[in-house]
């Protein structure tokens, strides 16, 4: 027997339109005493049928949804299922070298919420977020084996989001054996470092890899600035693309010296037009306008200011104060490579953002395009929040 939850009448619509979170809030009764991360029955206020999901008792999201079909059996396998279309995605979405590292599991956008999934070469490393997930993050890792016929499953469960379902931050060897400290990828014919044990996210920002090929097309002869350059992908792409210079800062010395070892092993390495700068992006941005430091091309790839709409005010101030000094900071004619990775930070509000920066410099500016996260990482149309990467490329001119 099922235990079920039951929603109070007119709460069922989202659920109708294949939205995967029911929270807190519409819950009539709950029944049969489920426990963190059981699969509970998801009926309507008259008892009717209308979805499974996996229950969070801590947290505001109480039950994630995995189907709506009726005659499912959420266990192994349902979840080979639907881990085989997510890897057959990505095949038919990818190249060969781009396959051998991308992300293959997208949580919501791919039907498995509180599942991420990445692909490092011969190893997959594993984020269980939810009670769900972390109920049967066992199964699930066993499923993914299967599918992708790699054996070495590392798991990178120590987020903070955890602790809003009452789970406490884990990582370590899943499956398999302990990954190199050094593992080599490959993109666009470069090669990059990868630290699944200790690099942020998963060890690489994979998400941006398109916005990356878009950036090198306009690095020739170009003086160029990379702020939030973590391990240097985008400095690497520039020195590829025949940047006449490349300073990169970062708060991190760690990353720095990450940053460098991927020049190194691009051969770009001891070369006097790349420079590294150590610390905080918005005091140096305003240290190079106070000296009229003037660049070509910037790129701003901060981390996450807004994780939730409740946080975008605090979050849109820091975006247009990092924003405005670029702008201050471009020479005629030069591009602005801008991210916002928030949450709670929409398209339209970046945008105004960005604006707000352009004009507050005294910049024209217009935007030449719109750049968002890689095709794996899918946005399902039925979940908008899983368009999380909002970029755009603006060309700054004078009035």
Known sequence: MHKTVKLKPGREKSVLQFHPWVFSGALEEVRGDPGSGETVRVEDSRGKFLAYGLFSPESSIRVRLLSWTESDVIGPEFFNRKLQ????????????????????????????????????????????????????????ADELCKVTGIQNVYERSDVDVRQLEGLPERKGVLRGGLPPPSLEISESGLKFIVDICSGQKTGFFLDQRENRRLFRKFAKDAKILNCFCYTGAFSVHAMAGGARSVASIDSSAEAIEAAKRNMALNGFDARENISWIEG?????????????????????????????????AGAARGYKDINLL??????????????????????DLFQKIVAGAALDAGVNARILYHMHQGADHPVALHFPESAYLKGLVCRADSF
């Open 280 to 312: 905080d992006v918005f005091l140096e941005l305003r240290k190079m306008r106070d000296r009229n430091e003037k660049y070509d091309c910037i790129i701003l790839d901060p981390p996450k200011f807004a994780a939730t709409a409740a946080q975008a």
């Open 326 to 347: 670029a702008f201050k900071l471009l020479n005629p004619g030069g591009l602005l490579f801008t991210f916002s990775c928030s949450g709670g930070i929409s398209p």
């Open 85 to 140: 279309e997510a890897v057959q995605l990505r095949k038919h979405l990818l190249s060969p070298e781009d396959f051998g590292a991308c992300r293959l599991v997208f949580g919501e956008a791919d039907g498995l919420p509180g599942w991420i999934a990445d692909r490092y070469g011969e190893f997959l490393v594993l984020q269980c977020l939810t009670a769900g997930a972390e109920r049967w993050r066992d199964d699930f």
